[in-house]
């Protein structure tokens, strides 16, 4: 489950920042996940909660926004979203695509006390 993983390190992150920001306890945690990322939402609350259980974390509200995969032709530059990696450009039928987002897994922001 990589969800878990992944958990963990934005927890970590949180928590190394939560004195720079002179925080004792987060209430919300605001996520930005590329489609690429394949991350099953359930896993990620579920996740979530097991690793903040006692601490600063612990019933923080986890929002995931999900980022759709872009990309964009090498040939004509045109930009749209990817919905099979069998897609070729809708415009000029080209094979070479370059993803351009989607890739995203970042902390947005988070809130605390
Ligand atoms: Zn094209």
Do not use: Y
């Amino acid at each position: 489950m990589h969800e878990l993983s992944i958990i963990e390190s934005i927890v970590d992150i949180v928590l190394e920042e939560m004195p720079k920001h002179n925080l004792t306890k987060v209430t919300k945690v605001s996520l930005r996940i590329g489609d690429m990322r394949q991350v099953v939402p359930d896993a990620m609350q579920f996740g979530f909660e097991v690793v903040t259980k006692n601490t600063p974390l612990e019933d923080a509200e986890l929002l995931i926004e999900h980022i759709p995969i872009t990309g964009q032709c090498e040939k004509c530059k045109h930009e749209f979203l990817v919905k099979s990696w069998l897609d070729n450009c809708p415009r000029c039928e080209h094979p070479n695509i370059q993803i351009i987002a989607g890739k995203e897994l970042e902390i947005a922001e988070f809130e605390g006390t």
